[in-house]
């Protein structure tokens, strides 16, 4: 019996959806075209790793094991499903979409999640969670409108704000408002209110560097720290993640912070997580954090909750390449995204 895996990286949009027949934009179905062969540097070695195209797959993957080492991978497309024997299946994250496609192609609907488990993992993805983790760290708690009036009487108060939509990520469902609600900000607000029941509001907060925390959620309720994410954004959008150990990553953090601080961020964020979503939600997961000047301007603070992921995200496929990279490498790399959705991994400078 083996394990499935697969890269489904339109599962937030899917999850926003709750349908168990979305279709994902062009966009999304494409991303998961070019870079379906990721789960490979995870999988096990009597593993499948689901893909559209195999002999795609095989030519990427090579490539990409060429520059960061890492074992073959066993790529599959849809139409093998029936024929193998699968008794688990790991996507990138859970959602209905996914669930009914891998059954209609003959994966046994005991190897998937089942509806109630994804109906939690559905709940628990809900910006509120965020805010929840963001309350017991005593830190500024976003407010929940639910109405377009409610939008524009915080905007008299805070005349800057980040607005969210409450099932969203990666930069997706963002809006930066400032002043007063254009007519396009107040069509998307209004769209959003009608989808998702409500809307996100944060205060702008002045970020100077991007990074996140990879977790695991264990079965038996606690939380695994993985490692740091240092990624880059361009307009809130994710492009790009250092590979690099450990020990180099949180000595680049510390231009900013000190090491004493970041540690203790880990562990009070570890032991809120316990609180917020243990027992509830288990696999990987990644939490979205910043490093901001301080109100008065004289140093440096870590928000310590943008946004929780709760599925497998570019940062923990960055830690199994430090993992897997030859000794012969340079010490730090960066791996990006390019706007043909191919990976290229480049010296950091």
């Excluded at 109405?147 to 607005?163: F, G, H, I, K, S």
């Excluded at 990553?249 to 540690?263: A, F, G, N, T």
Aim: hydrophobic share 40%; charged share 25%; aromatic share 8%.
């Amino acid at each position: 019996m083996a394990k499935l895996y697969v890269f489904n990286p339109e599962h937030d949009l899917a999850l926003a959806s709750n349908l168990s027949n979305f279709t994902a934009p062009h966009a999304g179905r494409q991303l998961r075209t070019d870079l379906c062969y990721l789960p490979a540097l995870w999988a096990g070695p009597d593993d499948y790793v689901l893909v559209e195209h195999v002999a795609l797959a095989r030519r990427l993957y090579g490539r990409l094991r060429a520059r960061v080492g890492g074992k073959p991978g066993h790529f599959v497309d849809k139409s093998q499903l029936s024929h193998l024997k699968i008794n688990k299946v790991e996507p990138w994250g859970w959602d209905l979409a996914l669930r009914h496609a891998l059954i209609r192609y003959g994966v046994s609907a005991d190897a998937c999640a089942s509806e109630a488990e994804i109906a939690v993992l559905r709940a628990c993805s809900h910006r509120r969670y965020a805010a929840e983790v963001l309350r017991r760290l005593n830190w500024a708690v976003p407010y929940e409108a639910t109405t377009v009036e409610e939008v524009e009487l915080r905007l008299a108060d805070a005349p800057r704000l980040v607005v969210k939509a409450p099932w969203s990520s990666s930069g997706r469902g963002v809006r930066f408002i400032e002043g007063s609600l254009s007519g396009q900000h107040r069509g998307w607000l209004l769209h959003v209110i009608q989808q998702q029941g409500s809307i996100m509001l944060e205060p702008f907060y002045p970020k100077v560097k991007d990074f996140g925390m990879e977790f695991e959620a264990l079965p038996d309720g606690g939380i695994r720290y993985l490692g740091l994410s240092l990624f880059d954004t361009r307009n809130g959008a994710y492009i790009g993640n250092v590979i690099a150990s450990e020990e180099d990553k949180i000595e680049m953090i510390s231009q900013y912070v000190s090491v004493d601080l970041l540690r203790a961020v880990q562990a009070k964020v570890t032991e809120v997580l316990h609180e917020v979503i243990g027992g509830q939600y288990i696999g990987p997961f990644g939490v979205d954090m910043m490093v901001m000047t301080k109100p008065d301007g004289n140093g440096f603070l870590i928000h310590p909750c943008v946004e929780i992921n709760l599925r497998r995200t570019m940062g923990h496929v960055a830690l199994e390449m430090a993992k897997t990279s030859p000794v012969c490498l340079p010490r730090v790399m960066r791996i990006t995204l390019t706007d043909k959705y191919r990976i290229q991994i480049l010296r950091k400078r």
